[in-house]
């Protein structure tokens, strides 16, 4: 089966997605927990099953949606070479609205599965998954409802522990707060001996106390094969606003554990840089640990750091500490809140008064810096006296997930604090702290090696207490000695990081395996393509461990010694791994060359062969170079020279921002809108605009009202969304909208515009993702492919969509009509013009 015909298959799915996304009761699916799963995700989820040549396979998809992963599962069996003879599908949904666009999407997939030759039988049920799974579970012989395979992503809901959901999980041995994890259990007890699950879910599972009898349920039946970790929690499932950190896990129904796990890395779905680790099961859960906490450890660099963290063996109960969760609910205490301190007021501390390791009170806020004091606030009191406070929101994103001050009770006149409920405050006994020993735990919980450990595994956007019970601690003499070296001025986070490995770990700066080194490497280098103007698409990981690979720069090596040597994309990545812990996929060598090296070639920072010039760039054998006034200036990093230095390289070499700024200023595409001139990025599709501009709307639609045009700068260089309006429609995502949109005043058409140059042309499935963006439009849609020559043209040829038209730059007087409706039509033959 064609690879072109099963890519028709999920795009058409995804459209029924996003058409069920647009027009879904946002209120319904909030109810029901519902994350609609992407055609790249469920691609993703699909190539992680092991075992797909089986002649028998039952598959299940315990919320299904509109379909999208049984549509991707479907499209990967239709184009294997061993396909199944026969295929069984079981799919629960039990919103109605949903229901409809899966029955579309179920008997897309029998029509590709007769095409392969694979017979197909699917069943949809619209009852609750939960109730039902507990059923067939109970029944004289449930072996008979065994399933082969599941794919799942879950709806993510707290349930109450009182609700008929919560008491029928107990029945299959389950007690749990959020119904995630109990579809996942249901399913997982639904599979056949040797079965395999695929599920996208929350991270939340894997560690903490809420999740400790689903760990245990599910290691003890399932044995884990591969973990996927998002760097993003946002790029996952982009169109919706999920908070917590998203993986998705396969694993296989047998009671012996396979030797190794592997550990995979993306910033998103469509990313094909990937960092991948395979680490023994037995790293992943340590037989010793009575929670079963699943341990994700991404890289080298990530078991170094649990390796150091390892040096600390004292929790909170052994140092005779607690941790606590601000007692002031605000909203509960309106009554008695101040703007500012009073008589007969408290302090009222929140997340805001943090600054530069204490407590900065009072501060001019609409936030209320006081709370009465009365019989009704007693209880929500502490004594004044020194805590060490903590935020307990914070997201992966953040420069810090755990961010740590000292309260001083010396710099604040007063008996009684407050501290707000988005805090956690370290006590004793509901005391306080010596001064000493709260600076020097402060200093710990701030320093680098502490936040690395925490992100590890915290998956969700809380640093709540019993987060903090969980970690290990120095003891206390070594908590009171890093505390000696604080005074009223906190340290800077690099002096922080210093005490924590000569007072803490005793160890060497020069120690290449020292996490802490390797980290505080990587960020010197992102720093420096940050000074140097990269763009933001090169502020990365990625572009950082290139540049030290060009320098040769190991984590202990000064900069001065950066070397200028002759390295390709392969040696690149492997100095990444061997010094950076750092182990990325093979096939993920040409992300480093078109999204780090071009731009750095671009900047004049790095020279392509300069051993063979007459070699091409696209050699195998090509190599790359520091550019040598680079190298000298990169040699003065982190000496009082930087800074002067820097400002000659930038004056002498411009940098890459800066000339790609120039550049657009000189040469950017003049367009006349409403008799007011605008300019378009220069190159790229904008060039084809001008054109679309200036000689398309005036023969194909004289006298029309210009509504949109894009500009790959810009997103939008013009919008006239009151026009739009008025017409029916308001579009909120501007990365759907077509090039240029026109209204053709004269037949009161919307022609809807589309400029191919590097992206494709209106195809089936881009038609029917502007029939759902434009469902609203009170007047016909026409849509235009356009393209700068007919050779651009002959390569889409195959892919345009029927009922759709096709101009050409460079025959800018003619239209090709691909219209299914006139199949023959006579024109009047212009003896001085070529006909189309």
Known sequence: MSKYSVRNLLDEVDILRIAASLKQD????????????????????????????????????????????????????????????????????IDPFLIGYLHQTLKLCAKECQTAGISLNYEIRDTDFIEDAVRLLQLDNPDNCRFTHAILNPPYLKINAHSKIRDLLRCIGLETSNLYTGFIAATVQLLESRGELVAISPRSFCNGPYFRDFRKMFLEMMALDQIHLFESRQEAFIDDEVLQETIIIHAVKQKPKFDNVTISTSSNADDDFILSNSLAYTEIVIPSDSQQFIHIIP??????????????????KDLELTVSTGRVVDFRAKEYLCLMPDKNTVPLIYPLNFSRGYVEYPKVTKKHQALIYAEQTVSLLVPNEHYVLTKRFSSKEEKKRVVAVVYDANQINCSWVGFENHLNYFHKDGKGLNLTLARGLAAYLNSSLVDAFFRLFNGHTQVNAADLRNLKYPTIAQLMTVGLYITEHFPSQKEIDELVQEELLSMSNQSENNPLIIKTRIDEALQILIELGLPRAQLNERSALTLLALLNLKPSDPWETAASHLIGITPMMEFMAQHYGKTYKPNTRETVRRQTVHQFLDAALIIANPDAPERPVNSPKTVYQIEESALELLRTYGTTEWEKSIRTYLTSVETLKKRYAQERELSRIPIVIEGKLKTLLPGGQNILIEKIINEFAERFTPGGKLIYIGDTDEKFAYFNKVALKDLGVTVDSHGKMPDVIIHHLKNDWLVLIEAVTSHGPINPKRKKELEVIFADIKIPLVMVTTFLSRKAMVEYLAKIAWETDVWVAENSTHLIHFNGEYLLQAYKVDRDSETE
């Not at 184009?79 to 069984?88: E, F, G, I, V, Y």
């Not at 890289?299 to 909170?316: G, H, Y």
Request: one cysteine or more; glycine letters at 6%; proline letters at 3%.
């Open 299 to 316: 890289d080298t660099l990530s078991q170094q750091v649990i390796e150091k963290m390892a040096n600390f063996t004292c929790t909170l």
């Open 26 to 93: 946002q209120k319904q699916k909030g109810k029901l927990g519902q994350f609609l799963t992407p055609a790249s995700v469920a691609e993703l989820m699909v190539g992680m099953f092991s075992k797909l040549d089986l002649p028998q396979i039952s598959l299940l998809d315990a919320g299904a949606g509109v379909g999208s992963l049984l549509a991707a599962f479907v499209a990967n069996l239709c184009q294997s070479q061993k396909r199944p003879t026969n295929l069984d599908i079981v799919a629960y949904e």
